[in-house]
C-alpha cells in the first residue's frame, strides 16, 4: 500500500480569521480586475503566461463582468454579487483556461484573430466557472474550512448559499458556451454536448471517490481521477482546436495532451497532500509516465512559442 507522505495542515489561519479581518477583505466587484492583476504580478506561472496575457486578461475581464451583473438591478441581489466579490478576488492558478488558450494557440499557428479570440476567451471563461463550482462543491463534500488562504464559501456564506452558487456557476459557464459566435450550430452543439459529458463525468468520479474512502487500487485511483480532473483538462484542450476547425489528428493530440495532463496533475497534487492510499502504483514511475506522454502527444504540432509552454507547462507541475 503507498501511502504519500503526511497531510500537511491547511486550517491553522482559521483562528485568525477574525470578523474585522473579513471585513476589511471585501472589496468592490469594481476592483477585481485590479486585484487580478496583482496576483498575475506575483505568481510564479507569470512568465510561462506572458504569451496569452491579453488573453487570459479577457477571460478575467469576462468573469468580471458576469460578476458585476450579478447584484440584479436595484440591488436585489446583493448577496450573490457578495459571494463573487468573495470567491474571485483572490484568483487561482488559471490552469483550465490558460491550456485552453495554449492549445488554440498552438494549433493555430500564433495568436488568434479577433473573432477567433472571442470565442476562445468564452470557452475558457466557461471552463474556468465550472472549475469554480466544482471546487465550491468540492469543499462542502470534503466538509473543508479553508479555500486559497481564507474561509471557504460554504463556511463564509454557509452551505445552502454554497451549494446554490456552484449551481449558479455551471449555468452561467452554460450561458457563455450557447452564446460561442462561431456560426457553425453543429459545431457548437457538439460543444455543448462534450462539457455536458465532461461535467456528468466530473460527478460520477467524486461519487466515486466518496465510495472508496481514499483508498484505491491502483485501477480504481486511475478511474477516479481520470474522472473527477483528466475529463477537464482534455476538453479544455480538444475544444479549442475543435472550435478552430483543426483536423481530427490535431484535436486528438491536444485532447490526449491534456488528458495527460490532468492525470499528472492529480496524482503529484495526491502525492503532496499524502491523504490517498494506492495499492499497486509506484507514483514515481507513474508521474513519469504521464509527464512522457503528454509531451509526446504534441511533438509532431508545428514548433511554436505556444508548444514550447504547453512542454513547460509539464515541467512547472512537477517543480511545484
Known amino acids: 500500500m503507498t501511502k504519500i507522505c503526511d497531510k500537511k495542515s491547511e486550517y491553522r489561519c482559521l483562528e485568525y480569521l477574525t470578523y474585522k479581518q473579513e471585513e476589511e477583505e471585501k472589496c468592490n466587484l469594481t476592483n477585481l480586475q485590479t486585484m487580478s ?32 451583473l450579478a447584484g440584479g438591478e436595484g440591488g436585489d441581489c446583493m448577496k450573490t454579487a457578495e459571494i463573487y466579490d ?10 483550465r483556461p490558460a491550456l485552453a488558450l495554449f492549445s488554440a494557440c498552438a494549433v493555430n499557428g500564433g495568436r488568434l484573430a479577433a473573432d477567433q479570440q472571442e470565442d476562445c476567451v468564452d470557452f475558457a471563461a466557461a471552463i474556468e466557472l465550472i472549475h469554480s463550482a466544482s471546487l465550491i462543491h468540492d469543499d462542502i463534500i470534503d466538509n473543508d474550512a479553508v479555500r486559497r488562504g481564507r474561509q471557504s464559501v ?3 456564506f454557509g452551505t445552502q448559499s454554497a451549494v446554490l452558487f456552484g449551481d449558479m456557476l455551471y449555468a452561467e459557464a452554460f450561458l457563455l458556451l450557447s452564446n460561442l459566435n462561431n456560426g457553425d450550430q453543429n459545431l457548437k452543439n457538439s460543444i455543448i454536448r462534450m462539457v455536458s459529458g465532461m461535467s456528468r463525468e466530473m460527478c460520477v468520479g ?3 471517490e466518496i465510495r472508496y474512502s481514499n483508498r484505491y487500487t491502483f485501477e480504481q485511483y486511475k478511474s477516479v481521477i481520470e474522472k473527477k480532473t483528466a475529463s477537464l483538462t482534455e476538453v479544455s484542450c480538444r475544444c479549442p482546436a475543435m472550435m478552430l476547425g483543426r483536423n481530427e489528428q490535431e484535436v486528438n493530440a491536444l485532447g490526449n495532451y491534456g488528458y495527460n495532463f490532468g492525470m499528472l496533475y492529480q496524482v503529484l497534487d495526491d502525492t503532496n497532500d499524502g491523504d490517498v492510499e494506492v495499492s499497486g502504483m509506484d507514483p514515481g514511475a507513474y ?7 503528454a509531451r509526446e502527444s504534441i511533438a509532431y504540432l508545428q514548433e511554436s512559442s505556444f508548444k514550447r509552454k504547453m512542454c513547460e507547462f509539464i515541467k512547472y507541475l512537477k517543480e511545484e
Not at 506561472?45 to 491579453?54: G, K, M, N
Not at 468573495?86 to 492558478?93: A, D, H, L, M, V
Not at 508521474?287 to 506522454?293: K, N
Open 206 to 208: 467524486e461519487i466515486e
Open 287 to 293: 508521474i513519469y509516465s504521464l509527464a512522457c506522454e
Open 37 to 68: 492583476e496583482k496576483v498575475f504580478k506575483s505568481n510564479k506561472l507569470t512568465p510561462l503566461y506572458e504569451d496569452i496575457r491579453d488573453e487570459l486578461g479577457a477571460v478575467e475581464k469576462k468573469i468580471s463582468r458576469i460578476a458585476s
Open 86 to 95: 468573495y470567491f474571485f478576488k483572490i484568483p487561482g492558478k488559471k490552469l
Open 154 to 156: 460554504s463556511r463564509r
